[in-house]
């Protein structure tokens, strides 16, 4: 029996005037992995996951999800279909309570205000914040943002999860507790993609990493066979070291 296909992104480009941002991209995930996709600076990735996500339309190409073109429906409707993400620039509500900003996606599938708060504890347990439900989020350290961010995803009741560097700033043991967060979340049916500069966090990831330059796809494999090609050390470690 052939496997469900789960993500299958064929030929995507997106053009900003004459700039392709993002250009004939074609990668698949299947159900449960965790990959990372990692890239210079500029490099298209973001504009990438605004694709999958359908806060942009692509210039060309086709997402599938479960069989299904999505490539032209909007990003709510994409959101209830089951993706969920995190975004590069923190998008915490500070003055609202932690668990009103998990309500912020619990609302994508439920009106009812108990209902919601109910999902969304529920979204704040899993990432480890319960306890922290009726503070402010403004309160929170930088990982425990990151992590409310991730439950406000999950409070969405996501298939899958994009994270948008989710590890920028953050110090080791935070780093350490978003890694087994995830772990834990990926082995309860969760499928990630990641965008990641910390190659440690790519090699703790992920089997298989997807590697971006100048809007294409520069190779895709096992962080080992990734990590080691001397043309993702010109394009991206070199870059790094530098
Ligand atoms: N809305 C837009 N209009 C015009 N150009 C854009 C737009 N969004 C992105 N770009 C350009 O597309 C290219 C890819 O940007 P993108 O943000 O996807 O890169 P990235 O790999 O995510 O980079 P970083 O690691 O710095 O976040 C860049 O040259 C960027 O300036």
């Given at each position: ?135 402010k989020a403004g309160s929170l350290t930088l990982g425990e943002r990151r992590r409310l961010e991730v439950a406000r995803a999950l409070a969405m009741k996501p298939q899958i999860v994009l994270l948008d560097e989710v590890m920028a ?74």
């Open positions: 029996m052939i496997a469900e296909p789960f993500l299958q992104i064929d030929n995507v480009s997106r053009h900003f005037g004459g700039l392709k941002a993002v250009d004939e991209v074609s990668f698949e995930v299947a159900r449960g992995e965790i990959v990372s996709i990692i890239g210079p600076n500029g490099a298209g990735k973001t504009t990438l996951f605004n694709l999958l996500t359908g806060q942009l339309p692509p210039s060309a190409g086709t997402v599938r999800f479960e069989g299904r073109d999505i490539g032209r429906t909007r990003s709510n409707e994409r959101a209830r279909l089951g993706f969920g993400r995190t975004f590069q620039i923190s998008q915490t509500l500070t003055s609202m309570s932690v668990l009103e900003n998990g309500m912020v996606g619990a609302f994508m599938h439920e009106r009812r205000l108990p209902a919601a708060a109910a999902r969304a504890f529920e979204a704040l347990e899993r990432v480890g914040l319960a306890k922290r439900a009726t503070d700033g953050l110090n080791q043991t935070e780093v350490a507790e978003i890694i087994d967060m995830v772990h834990a979340l990926n082995a309860t049916g969760v499928t990630f993609l990641v965008i990641e500069h910390n190659l440690k966090v790519v090699r703790a990831f992920s089997r298989r990493v997807l590697v971006i330059n100048r809007g294409r796809v520069l190779k895709q494999g096992t962080a080992e066979e990734v990590l080691s090609d001397p043309a993702v050390v010109e394009a991206y470690v070199g870059k790094i070291r530098a």
